[in-house]
């Protein structure tokens, strides 16, 4: 599976929305792999101060994980294909 970035500004989030947020892509992303459409949460990133968010998840294709933050109506501002660099 390749690993995607989901890019979001979410400046002025109050942090129990995204960790609604956060929850809310988890439990899409097990959702679709339970239906046949493997897909896994990776983790986020979140700089407070300018609202930059950044979601990686593994999936087959970028459509996928389009589809999954559109139906969750998580907002985004691009999906790029990414590499994850963690030791």
Do not use: H, W
Not at 5 to 12: C, I, P, S, T, Y
């Amino acid at each position: 599976m390749t690993v995607y970035m989901v890019e979001r500004n979410l400046k002025g989030i109050a942090m129990s929305d995204l960790a609604a947020a956060q929850q809310l892509a988890i439990k899409t992303s097990n959702e679709y792999t339970a239906k046949g459409t493997p897909m896994r949460y990776i983790r986020s990133t979140f700089a407070p101060e300018d609202g930059r968010c950044m979601c990686l998840f593994e999936a087959s294709q970028l459509e996928d994980v389009s589809r999954l933050n559109d139906e969750a109506r998580l907002p985004y501002s691009k999906i790029v294909e990414a590499l994850d660099l963690t030791p």
